[in-house]
């Protein structure tokens, strides 16, 4: 695997592949590995001949009280991670890199990240779609694999694709989860065990609404309802938001007669958990 910190030697990496005719597959990400990007990255693998990763903890996405300086880092295991795989190309810049003195640039997709994570977390969004740019230009993929386990960063990132013309495919990938149910994420490592049992309430929520679908409710109140008194039971978890929103737009929506994707956000102790779940009303998952 090659390492790379600078965005010309980047270019150049990704330039030579693409006369030799290669088809690149990408994944970018945050880093403190586990078997969601695993599996993000061997998607990648299958689709395309050379497989490129990225390993940056973006500032510009994470606000003034949030975690950006304790965010789990492990570069030497994810580094090994990253050859099982494996891995071509993994580009590593420095944050001074990427967002030098004078940057003033930014890329924002305006309605898709209004509600849901957008309302609890200003300038989240911003910070995303802008760093993933920079990647697409830096990396030049033909396509990059996101996790659904992130959907408002999903919808985001396809929107951002459309309106830009960026010249590559997005490919979603399924959130993987803990044999008990919980979204694996680079933040569980945050979580005492008591935490870490209390968690499961997020996944046993979308669970509930997924049957509330399955017994026909017929608005997206209900399904709300249901995951969010599986939350309200379970002792020492703050809810930041429940929501059923339309699974495309992530527009507010009343009738339950589309796919939507119920999404949660919620404290366990001083960690803020993410999940989601796309519901259809036959109560099968929309895929
Ligand atoms: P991060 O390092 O958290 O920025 O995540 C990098 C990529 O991995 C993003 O596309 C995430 O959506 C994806 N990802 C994170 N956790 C999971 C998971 N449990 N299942 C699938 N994809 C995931």
């Known amino acids: 695997m090659e390492i790379i910190a600078s965005p010309a030697a980047m270019q150049r990496w990704s330039e030579d592949a693409r006369r030799r005719g290669e088809k690149i597959a990408f994944v970018p990400t945050m880093g403190f590995l586990h078997e969601g990007h695993i599996t993000l990255m061997r998607e990648g693998r299958s689709r395309a001949t050379l497989l490129a990763s990225s390993l940056f903890v973006n500032p510009t996405q994470f606000g003034p009280n949030e975690d950006f300086s304790r965010y789990p880092r492990n570069f030497e295991g994810d580094c090994e991670l990253m050859r099982s795989v494996p ?8 944050p001074e890199v990427m967002f030098p003195a004078g940057s003033q640039t930014w890329v924002e997709a305006t309605e898709v990240t209004q509600g849901l994570c957008g309302d609890h977390r200003p300038g989240h969004f911003r910070g995303v779609t802008t760093v993933v740019a920079k990647l697409f230009n830096i990396v030049k993929p ?102 059923a929103a339309d699974s495309q737009t992530l527009q507010a929506l009343e009738e339950f007669d589309r796919a939507v994707v119920v999404a949660i956000a919620a404290r366990v102790g001083k960690t803020r958990l993410i999940d989601n779940l796309v519901v259809t009303p036959s109560a099968l998952p929309a895929r």
């Open 87 to 94: 891995v071509d190309a993994l580009f590593a810049p420095e």
């Open 142 to 243: 033909h396509l990059a694999l996101f996790g659904e386990k992130d959907f408002q960063q999903l919808r985001a990132i396809e929107r951002m694709v459309v309106d830009l013309n960026f010249d590559l495919q997005i490919v979603p990938v399924p959130t993987v989860r803990e044999p008990d149910g919980l979204a694996m994420s680079s933040r569980n490592a945050y979580l005492s065990p008591e935490e870490r049992q209390r968690a499961l309430a997020l996944s046993s929520a979308l669970r509930a609404a997924c049957e509330a679908a399955a017994r026909g409710a017929r608005t997206t109140a209900e399904l709300a309802l249901a995951a969010r008194a599986v939350i309200d039971r379970t002792p020492g978890i703050e809810i930041e938001y429940v929501t």
